[in-house]
């Protein structure tokens, strides 16, 4: 129903597809070509509440203007200046696939932005009915093109998309 959490932010309704034994959801292969992961404060901290950093010595960036309050992990990067003018230059100087793991609020400024050229988004078979949308009031039409889906035992369905 386009909720990605809860409103309280939790996303317990995803541990029924975490490890499966019958597939990683291609996330290997995705993982595998990615070297810079971005993400808001609110996704970082979420993140960090599950444990052990698990991006290792991917560079991560983080964007928030809270940089004094947050744990630092190894190769991450706090960002409080202009998300556009960094994005670009970073993706001028970045040869590997960039990763925006969230959250809403991010992916809204990306998108307005022109700072996205794929989507790949999972569909979880579960109706949340409220909670933290993916797309947060995004203040424009954008058009996508299809071009992958892949469904899985579980109910899971991934999509990709180019924008």
């Known amino acids: 129903d386009g ?3 809860r409103e309280n932010g939790s ?5 029924k597809y975490e490890n499966n034994p ?4 291609g996330y290997s292969e ?3 070509s990615i070297g810079t992961v971005l993400m808001g404060r609110k996704t970082y901290e979420k993140v960090l509440g599950f444990g052990d950093w698990p991006y290792g010595e991917k560079k991560a960036y983080v964007f928030t203007r809270q940089k ?12 409080s200046g202009d998300i556009g003018e960094f994005v670009r230059q970073l993706k001028e100087n970045t040869e590997e696939d960039i990763w925006l793991v969230g959250g809403s609020q991010l992916i809204k400024v990306f998108l307005e932005e022109n700072l996205v050229e794929d989507l790949i988004i999972f ?3 579960i109706i949340l009915g409220s909670g933290i949308p993916l797309f947060d009031r995004i203040q424009k039409e954008i058009r996508l093109k299809l071009i992958n889906t892949e469904r899985y035992e579980s109910g899971l369905v991934r999509v990709e998309y180019e924008i």
């Open 3 to 5: 909720f990605i959490a």
């Open 68 to 79: 004094e309050s947050l744990r630092r992990e190894k190769n991450v990067e706090f960002i």
């Open 11 to 15: 996303i317990d309704w995803l541990t």
């Open 30 to 32: 995705f993982y595998a």
């Open 123 to 125: 569909v979880v078979p």
């Open 22 to 25: 019958e597939t990683d959801y």
